[in-house]
């Protein structure tokens, strides 16, 4: 059985920083793509980063690009987020989700291709 579980996240202030980890257990972690999503209140779940198995690949959405960077160890069986230049609207639910059986350098960037999902940490970013 496959756990996702994410941790990190807190309250901050705008302008500051953040990272999030997700530790991934019951499969070979390299088997997994990795993604972060996120869900504001009243607001669907969007897609905000995605990295490849080889941790060569990585994807961002447009609303974070600059300011977020994905990142993976292998070895820990972890995938981190660090956030930087937060905004309020960065305020969310976040989860880590994993997806399995794409290639090497594939990177999955729709909720449907995730099997696999944590509980999410909540982020908030305000004065």
């Known amino acids: 059985q496959v756990h996702v579980v994410e941790s990190g996240g807190g309250l901050v202030q705008p302008g500051g920083s953040l990272m999030l980890s997700c530790a991934a257990s019951?499969?070979?972690?390299?088997?997994?793509?990795m993604g972060w999503f996120r869900q504001a209140p009243g607001k669907e779940r969007e897609f905000v980063t995605t990295?490849?198995?080889?941790?060569?690949?990585?994807y961002y959405a447009d609303s974070v690009k600059g300011r977020f960077t994905t990142s993976r160890d292998n070895a820990k069986n972890t995938v981190f987020l660090q956030m930087n230049s937060l905004r309020p609207e960065d305020t969310a639910l976040y989860y880590c989700?994993?997806?399995?059986?794409?290639?090497?350098?594939?990177?999955?960037?729709?909720?449907?291709?995730?099997?696999?999902w944590g509980q999410g940490t909540q982020v908030t970013v305000s004065s």
């Open positions: 990295i490849s198995r080889s941790g060569a690949t990585t």
């Open positions: 019951g499969r070979t972690f390299s088997s997994f793509a």
């Open positions: 989700a994993a997806a399995a059986g794409y290639s090497f350098d594939y990177i999955p960037r729709e909720l449907f291709e995730y099997e696999y």
